[in-house]
């Protein structure tokens, strides 16, 4: 499988893959051959102690964050496997037990463990991204209070008025009037209306309280952070101008 350094670099840590696709473990380091191909990885798995087993990459399948084998897990578990960390390049007798267990043809010794190739540095900075959020701007409330008003009128009243009515006795009914005496006094009552005022309390007006939106355009600031990356170079190693 041949890949770019970038690519070499990028599969430190990424998952093993067995053929069904089961999670074996990630890798640990990279071996290359003399022509700088990659061509075995060691795999750190569970239940293996400390020493990582080892992978060919003939015929592996390399995606952006796997790396499948086209082997069962317990072969590659069950494989040679060399101490983490290792910068020791693999022996003619690890490569012939390495090829014995994965039925794999004789070739040459393999160079030391590929390392990462020049330094490098992974440059950070933060981005704004402006929204919105609703929270509560204010509490509108319904509240009632009594006021008192002037109410003018006018009424209909009535009232009764005395008037003298003068009416004729007969002569025939004469006799049947009682005798009278010249001090004799009497009395009606006269009534009249006046106007008077009875209240009663009565619904006239449902009043509510509803919102509607408004959008408007507002400022929005903030301060967002970069990393800037910058080289140490010695005098003697700087380009000369």
């Known amino acids: 499988m041949r890949l770019t350094e970038p690519q070499i670099r990028s599969l430190y840590g990424q998952d093993v893959q067995d053929r069904s696709g089961a999670t074996i473990g990630t890798v640990g380091q990279v071996w290359a051959n003399p022509a700088g191909e990659p061509t075995w ?8 102690g400390h020493r990582e ?37 693999l022996g003619a007798d690890q490569l012939t037990l390495l090829h014995r ?9 393999a160079g030391r463990p590929e390392r990462p190739g020049p330094p490098e540095l992974t440059r950070f900075e933060e981005q704004a991204r402006f929204d919105t959020e609703t929270v509560p701007a204010g509490t509108a409330r319904l509240r009632k209070r009594v006021v008192t008003e002037n109410v003018h009128t006018t009424v209909p009243v009535a ?36 106007p008077v005022v009875v209240k009663e309390r009565v619904p006239v007006e449902r009043v509510r ?21 910058e080289a140490d170079v010695p005098e003697e190693a700087r380009p000369q101008e």
């Not at 267990?101 to 010794?109: F, I, K, N």
């Not at 919102?211 to 990356?229: F, I, L, Y």
């Open 53 to 89: 087993s080892m992978a060919p990459l003939q015929a592996a399948q390399w995606q952006a964050d796997r790396l499948r084998v086209p082997y069962d897990r317990a072969t590659v578990r069950t494989a040679p496997a060399v101490e983490p960390g290792t910068d020791q390049p």
């Open 101 to 109: 267990h994965y039925q794999l043809p004789p070739e040459g010794a």
């Open 41 to 48: 990885v060691s795999v750190r798995t569970a239940g293996t």
């Open 209 to 229: 309280l509803a919102s509607h939106q408004v959008v408007e355009q507002r400022p929005a600031h903030a301060q967002v952070r970069r990393e800037v990356v």
């Open 159 to 194: 009232h009764e008025e005395a008037t003298l009515v003068r009416e004729p006795i007969a002569e025939a009914d004469r006799g049947t009037v009682p005798a009278g005496t010249d001090t004799e006094q009497r009395e009606m009552v006269l009534h009249a209306e006046r």
